[in-house]
Structure formats: C-alpha cells, structure tokens
C-alpha cells in the first residue's frame, strides 16, 4: 500500500480526529440509474450534502471514499464543496488499484481524475488488479472511519461487505 498525502487533517486542540467513509451502490443499482439530471438524483446528492456538512457540524473532519463511480462519486464532490466553506476538512481517496478507471467512459475518467487531482490523501491499496484489491479497500475504509455512511439496497455487493 502507497500513500500520497498532500494535507493531513489537523484534529482541534480540543477534540479527537473524527473520520466518516462512504459505501455505496454504483449508478446500475440507484433507482435513478446514470441519469444524474433525475430529480431522484439532484435530491439525493443534495442531501448527502446536508448530511455531510451535519457531520462536519458534529465534529467530523476527514472524509474517506473508495473513488468508484455513483455513490462513492458524489461523496466525493460532496466533501470538497463543503470544504469551501470549511477548508480544514480532507478528502481521502482510498484507490483500489491503479487501472480502475481504464473502463469507464470518458467522462468518468475525467471526473475521477479530477477527484484524485482535489483529494487531500491518495491511499493506493495495490498497483495492479488482484482478486482481494477490492475487498482490501473496502476493508480500509471500515478500518479508518469513526462512522461509516453507507447507501446501499441490501444486494449483495461491495457497499454490502463494507457494512458487514
């Protein structure tokens, strides 16, 4: 495993280092689908906004995603607009292996590098695809949270194992 840190997160003099990771379904599971511009989807990402700056509010100060498509995706940007106005909060992209992208499509490329190029720590659990690489990072985001916030449909899955 390889990190890339940037900016670590800085816990208050007074508080503990609260950390809260995502799980979630990719856009084939979401009743919405890829349709992002689905009301079902805008209001989605909106309250996972609220949630998160709720967090944020309670203390939490470090974010932690797998970098998938869907969920993991608008967690994400999520964060990093709530960090405009609270710039002491840290994205971490917990990255599975270096090639998940290589199949999405060209958008999905873009936006997961732009991701990566915003994200405060970069975590690379394995550099080359294995058969555990995906588990592994799911496993990590269990391991390094305080809370884990998870939206999911109960299908077996990764969202499912990371709840597990």
Not at 3 to 16: C, D, G, L, Y
Request: proline share 5%; with cysteine; hydrophobic share 40%.
């Amino acid at each position: 495993m390889d990190q890339i840190i940037r900016r670590a997160p800085q816990p208050s003099p007074r508080r503990k280092l609260l950390r809260c990771a995502f799980a979630g379904d990719r856009p084939e599971k979401m009743p919405f689908g890829s349709n992002e511009e689905d009301l079902r989807c805008i209001r989605f990402k909106q309250d996972l906004g609220c949630a998160i700056e709720a967090l944020v509010d309670r203390g939490y100060c470090h974010f932690l995603t797998g970098g998938a498509r869907g969920f993991d995706t608008f967690a994400a940007e999520a964060v990093m607009n709530v960090r405009r106005a609270h710039p002491w909060v840290t994205l971490e992209v917990v990255v599975p292996y270096d090639a998940q992208a290589e199949r999405w499509t060209r958008f999905g490329q873009m936006r997961y590098s732009w991701i990566l190029g915003q994200a405060d720590i970069l975590t690379y659990i394995s550099h080359e695809y294995t058969s555990t690489c995906l588990a592994e990072r799911n496993r990590y985001l269990a391991d390094h949270c305080d809370l884990l916030l998870a939206a999911y449909d109960d299908q077996p899955g990764g969202a499912a194992q990371t709840v597990a």
